[in-house]
């Protein structure tokens, strides 16, 4: 039995003629009243055992926007529930109106709408739903908890969808060239023409000129239905908060600018997430929704406070494509020991594909170079130096084995990954 503040100020009141007439039988006598007043109320109030709620919690929400869960009272008893209703969503669900009056007359039921504005990506949930049942006079009520689990979805805002139109132009206009003269890998045969003056002459088909009297040359173009796989470091490293967003969702964002841009460009793609197990995985298949599987996949992921395995890593890529890739590691340039982990990992991908290092720079560190007013402020900005001559070292020798580095700031990260990816297309490499 829950005692309601309406019963604490009648006890109050009652003090009066308690102190201006002290005696045992005058506080006896108001204990008296307020007790049976609120013991009828109890007895008054809808018997909980005959009240039901039904909750219907929307699949899926995208970040930043709203959801409504609805709850259903049923009131099966005889008497009218005045009641307050409870959703324990946790805070992260950002529930505007989780508690809630409902008065529901004998034999009826009714929906009560809890608004939800998520500030978390992730699977949120809600493992019970609170009722408190008053009597008329609303001095004490009966209550119960009542276990009625709902999950909420709440998918990765994908805000660099902006940058899709202008990098798939550029790829249009890449694979439009009338001639595109590249040659060995990456490339596919396109059409034949007429040589004109500067064409390269290892491109002439020589049966084709035997054939028209005329000296003919092949055209190239960027080759479609490539693959490319993309691993997204979930490690500890990608639970750091750049921009007051972890590193995690920026590469989220990344990977999905980029499938995207490249299922659109003809290739196929394949996308997982690793620390030392398998947290998620996705990829192209025939008549499937890539973006969709993507961003299934992306939502429930969480950084793991472990370190990265790199050396399952290439077992990883290779379980997912025994081809000729480009594969792109999201990870960061500053985990832990490079020399170690990072840079034999890459060299070694290299040997055999394409490979990619796309990794987010704090713009703290520009903010700290540049002040040097106070003697602290110094200090800070000889440490930001030495973070960033260690990350253009790590850099300079990923370079050296051919691997292709991005570092970028969070909102720069995502296009310029898709920048990257349409250069190696431009220049035959994929």
Same mark, same amino acid.
């Given at each position: 039995?829950?005692?309601? /503040?309406?019963?604490?100020?009648?006890?109050?009141?009652?003090?009066? $003629?308690?102190?201006?007439?002290?005696?045992?039988? !005058?506080?006896? /006598?108001?204990?008296?009243?307020?007790?049976?007043?609120?013991?009828?109320?109890?007895?008054?109030?809808?018997?909980?055992?005959?009240?039901?709620?039904?909750?219907?919690? $929307?699949?899926?929400?995208?970040?930043?926007?709203?959801?409504? =869960?609805?709850?259903?009272?049923?009131?099966?008893? $005889?008497?009218?529930?005045?009641?307050?209703?409870?959703?324990?969503?946790?805070?992260?669900?950002? %529930?505007?109106?989780?508690?809630?009056?409902?008065?529901?007359?004998?034999?009826?039921?009714?929906?009560?709408?809890?608004?939800?504005?998520?500030?978390?990506?992730?699977?949120?949930? %809600?493992?019970?739903? !609170?009722?408190? #049942?008053?009597?008329?006079?609303?001095?004490? %009520?009966?209550?119960?908890?009542?276990?009625?689990?709902?999950?909420?979805?709440?998918?990765?805002?994908?805000?660099?969808?902006?940058?899709?139109?202008?990098?798939?132009?550029?790829?249009?206009?890449?694979? *439009?060239?009338?001639?595109?003269?590249?040659? /060995?890998?990456?490339?596919?045969?396109? #059409?034949?023409?007429?040589?004109?003056?500067?064409?390269?002459?290892?491109?002439?088909?020589?049966?084709?000129?035997?054939?028209?009297?005329?000296?003919?040359?092949?055209?190239?173009?960027?080759?479609?239905?490539?693959?490319?796989?993309?691993?997204?470091?979930?490690?500890?490293?990608?639970?750091?908060?750049?921009?007051?967003?972890?590193?995690?969702?920026?590469?989220?964002?990344? =990977?999905?600018?980029?499938?995207?841009?490249?299922?659109? *460009?003809?290739?196929?793609?394949?996308?997982?997430?690793?620390?030392?197990?398998?947290?998620?995985?996705?990829?192209?298949?025939?008549?499937?929704?890539?973006? *969709?599987?993507?961003?299934?996949?992306?939502? $429930?992921?969480?950084?793991?406070?472990?370190?990265?395995?790199?050396?399952?890593?290439?077992?990883?890529?290779?379980?997912?494509?025994?081809?000729?890739?480009?594969?792109?590691?999201?990870?960061?340039?500053?985990?832990? =020991?490079?020399?170690?982990?990072?840079?034999?990992?890459?060299?070694?991908?290299?040997?055999?594909?394409?490979?990619?290092?796309? #990794?987010?720079?704090?713009?703290?560190?520009?903010?700290?170079?540049?002040?040097?007013?106070?003697?602290?402020?110094?200090?800070?900005?000889?440490?930001?130096?030495?973070?960033?001559?260690?990350?253009?070292?790590? !850099?300079?020798?990923?370079?050296?084995?051919?691997?292709?580095?991005?570092? =970028?700031?969070?909102?720069?990260?995502?296009?310029?990954?898709?920048?990257?990816?349409?250069?190696?297309?431009?220049?035959?490499?994929?």
């Amino acid at each position: 039995m829950a005692i309601s /503040g309406r019963l604490v100020l009648l006890a109050a009141a009652g003090l009066v $003629p308690v102190l201006l007439f002290p005696g045992w039988l !005058t506080v006896l /006598g108001v204990l008296l009243v307020l007790g049976a007043l609120a013991v009828l109320d109890v007895l008054l109030a809808a018997a909980l055992q005959q009240v039901s709620v039904e909750r219907s919690a $929307p699949a899926n929400v995208t970040l930043g926007g709203v959801a409504d =869960a609805v709850l259903t009272v049923r009131n099966s008893g $005889p008497r009218r529930l005045r009641a307050v209703v409870r959703d324990a969503w946790q805070p992260s669900a950002g %529930a505007e109106n989780p508690v809630q009056e409902a008065e529901v007359p004998a034999g009826e039921r009714r929906r009560l709408n809890v608004r939800l504005r998520p500030v978390r990506r992730g699977d949120l949930s %809600a493992p019970h739903i !609170t009722v408190r #049942s008053f009597g008329p006079l609303r001095l004490a %009520a009966r209550q119960k908890t009542v276990h009625a689990a709902g999950s909420l979805r709440v998918m990765p805002p994908f805000n660099s969808r902006r940058h899709l139109p202008s990098k798939l132009r550029r790829l249009r206009d890449l694979d *439009g060239k009338a001639a595109v003269q590249i040659r /060995g890998a990456g490339t596919e045969f396109d #059409s034949l023409r007429d040589y004109v003056r500067g064409d390269d002459v290892r491109s002439i088909d020589w049966r084709a000129t035997a054939r028209r009297s005329a000296v003919v040359v092949r055209t190239w173009r960027p080759e479609r239905d490539r693959r490319v796989v993309i691993m997204l470091d979930t490690s500890r490293t990608a639970a750091a908060r750049v921009n007051d967003e972890p590193r995690l969702d920026t590469g989220i964002e990344a =990977a999905l600018l980029l499938g995207v841009l490249a299922e659109r *460009g003809g290739d196929r793609v394949d996308f997982f997430a690793f620390d030392r197990r398998m947290r998620a995985r996705a990829g192209t298949t025939a008549g499937g929704n890539l973006l *969709g599987q993507l961003v299934q996949a992306a939502a $429930p992921l969480q950084a793991e406070l472990i370190e990265l395995d790199w050396a399952q890593v290439p077992a990883q890529v290779r379980a997912v494509s025994a081809h000729r890739s480009l594969v792109v590691l999201l990870t960061s340039l500053d985990s832990g =020991a490079p020399e170690e982990g990072l840079i034999p990992l890459a060299a070694r991908l290299a040997q055999q594909h394409v490979v990619v290092v796309a #990794s987010v720079r704090d713009p703290l560190l520009g903010e700290m170079l540049q002040d040097r007013t106070t003697a602290a402020k110094v200090f800070r900005a000889a440490a930001a130096e030495r973070a960033l001559l260690e990350r253009e070292a790590v !850099t300079a020798q990923l370079r050296q084995f051919g691997v292709e580095v991005v570092d =970028a700031e969070p909102h720069q990260l995502p296009p310029a990954l898709a920048d990257a990816y349409i250069r190696l297309k431009a220049a035959g490499r994929l």
